[in-house]
């Protein structure tokens, strides 16, 4: 044990000092988190959460930055919307389509290997993760996923006791009871996989796409037609 501690000496510093001081210098400094908004201890679906805060706000409090310092808030959000675990899904497709989605977005756990439940994109769970992080963009992946579908619909907002809900409900026994009321849009029904810049898109995607901008009310900066690098179309340029 003592030969291991020794060896790794060298590498602890004070990180929230080494970062501030990068910041300070000019350079450019990226957090990363995991998870999404509606497993937050405090904003999420208590209490089928996690125990910290993987919103925009707990990488201030993980890494000892202030505020002040984040200029940008970048949302990863999947064209459709997934959930791992339980909780409540208005928008889960518990039917072939839903599978569909699972098995072309490769939706099992990385580690566990536990199917993830998938659904049409939820824009109320959208919008409610723009306002709690104060997203700046929108990075959209698995687009490609919806290729084949001729119809594709989005949950606009929720159907609760004859109540039209626009916000996401605070209750979660509200939210267990919510209906999701659709609209619909078509589909491109085109592989999407050697696409390489927004405006080789089809028309229908790029609806699809603003769509999804004007439902969260904020704008894309990139959008991925696929796992691979290459595959990444940048719209805007996010690190300037």
Known sequence: MYSQIEF??????????????AIKEGK??????????LLDIDHGTYPYVTSSHPTAGGACVGTGIGPTHIHRVIGVVKAYTTRVGEGPFPSELCDELGETLRQKGAEFGTTTGRPRRCGWLDAVILRYAARINGLTDLAITKLDVLDSFETIKICVAYRYQGQLLQEFPENLAILE???????????????????????????????????????????????????????TIVSRQMFD
């Open 177 to 231: 009871k919510c209906e999701p009321e659709y609209i619909e849009m078509p589909g491109w029904q085109q592989d999407l996989s050697d696409v390489t810049s927004y405006d080789e898109l089809p028309p229908n995607a790029q609806a699809y796409i603003n769509k999804m901008e004007e439902l969260a009310g904020v704008k894309q900066a990139l959008v991925a037609v696929g796992p691979k690098r290459s595959q």
């Open 8 to 21: 790794l000496k060298p590498y602890l510093a004070d990180t929230s000092f080494l970062v501030h001081t």
């Open 28 to 37: 450019k400094v990226l957090f990363e988190g995991a998870q999404g908004t």
